[in-house]
């Protein structure tokens, strides 16, 4: 029997073993240079940032945070060099955050949209679009 013949067997095995091991590295990668946290970034209406880090509610107790300065009066994680880091104001068609005159993120929202209800979520006026996080809680 020749070495081709041999070999024959094995060539096939080995690359789908090097394709399947190039997936997997490739996946660790993607998930490693930042896919796993961009959930909560950008203009994604939908997703808190996650308490304890910029943008998040302050962790219980004691009202600190993993990352940046706790403001316990309005309960919020903010980097005291970058207020509006984690801060997006319901998304740019909706309204932009900048700092306030006490170094505070702050919203300014488009027309069409007020930040009466929540001071830094820019929530459609009455015949705007449907947002249910600007609906009034049921009373009861």
């Known amino acids: 029997m020749s070495n081709d013949a041999k070999l024959e067997g094995r060539g096939p095995a080995r690359s789908r073993e090097g394709t399947s091991r190039g997936w997997g590295i490739g996946v660790a990668l993607l998930l490693a240079l930042g896919l796993g946290d961009g959930c909560y970034h950008g203009g994604e209406r939908d997703k808190d940032p996650p308490p304890g880090l910029l943008g998040g509610l302050c962790l219980a107790p004691d009202g600190h945070c993993e990352v940046g300065t706790c403001d316990r009066d309005r309960n919020f994680c903010y980097d005291p060099a970058d207020p509006c ?40 006026q009455p015949g705007g679009p449907y947002d249910p996080a600007c609906l009034d809680a049921p009373s009861g």
């Open 85 to 124: 880091t984690g801060f997006f104001c319901g998304g740019e068609e909706r309204g932009t955050c900048f700092p306030d005159a006490e170094g505070q993120p702050s919203c300014q929202c488009n027309p069409g949209y007020d930040n009466e209800r929540f001071d830094l979520y820019c929530c459609p």
